[in-house]
Structure formats: structure tokens, C-alpha cells
């Protein structure tokens, strides 16, 4: 993905991130951040956790999201283990984030998950 470029839907984040994921042991965090008409402002993995898990530091994604003036984000993490469906966890932790995005003018368009060659997008699952 390039910055400026238009993100006319998940699809074509998907098969970044399926290429990003591909042969990852380990969860990571993506982040996509938005301006106001859907080009891509900035990217980049924010953090890289164990085999089972990662911290999305929603603090810091906030700032950032700020940082570059974004006015709408889709994060994305992987499931190393293969297994596409969110846990508890990553719905929680999603309409969280959705709940501080929207304080501060900010849309959460998606959470996606990648695992092996397959995406799940929350929006699509209705779960955002």
C-alpha cells in the first residue's frame, strides 16, 4: 500500500496483510490510517507479540492516529495458529477502541484478522 493511495475496500489491505503475515510464528498489530477521503495517510505494524498474542496499545495508536492528522483507521492483526475467528479478546478490545475513535472524531472503518490464507473483517461480520 502507498501513501495517497485510495482504499476503495478490505480487499486489497487483505492481501497486504496476507503477504505481511505469511510465515509469521509470532501476532502482530497493522494499522492503516485514513484522511477524510479514504487515501492512506500512513501505515505500520505497531507491535509484535508471542504465538497466541499481542498487545494493541490503544493509547499509543491513538496518538498516532492524531500524529497524522488521521480521520479514520483499520487496524489488523494475525492469528498465527491458523484460526480466522476473533476471540473474546479482539471483540472487546475492538468496540473499545471504536468507543475512543469515535470520541475524538475518529472512525474505526475495520478490524481485520489474517490467518494463513484467509481474513476476517469485523465490519463484514457485523461485529464493528
Not at 30 to 47: I, P
Not at 56 to 82: C, F, Q, W, Y
Request: glycine fraction near 6%.
Amino acid at each position: 500500500m502507498q501513501l495517497g493511495q485510495k482504499v476503495e475496500g478490505t480487499d486489497d489491505l487483505a492481501v497486504f496483510l496476507l503477504q505481511l503475515g505469511m510465515g509469521q510464528h509470532r501476532e502482530f498489530v497493522h494499522a492503516f490510517f485514513l484522511d477524510d477521503e479514504m487515501r492512506l495517510c500512513w501505515n505500520e505494524t505497531l507491535d509484535r507479540g508471542s504465538t497466541s498474542a499481542v498487545l494493541l496499545d490503544l493509547r499509543e495508536l491513538i496518538k498516532l492516529a492524531l500524529r497524522v492528522n488521521a480521520t479514520g483507521m483499520i487496524v489488523a492483526h494475525n492469528h498465527p495458529s491458523g484460526d480466522v475467528r476473533p476471540s473474546a479478546s479482539d471483540i472487546a478490545v475492538t468496540h473499545k477502541l471504536a468507543r475512543l475513535c469515535s470520541m475524538i472524531g475518529i472512525e474505526l472503518v475495520d478490524h481485520l484478522i489474517v490467518a494463513q490464507d484467509s481474513c476476517l473483517s469485523f465490519k463484514a461480520e457485523r461485529l464493528l
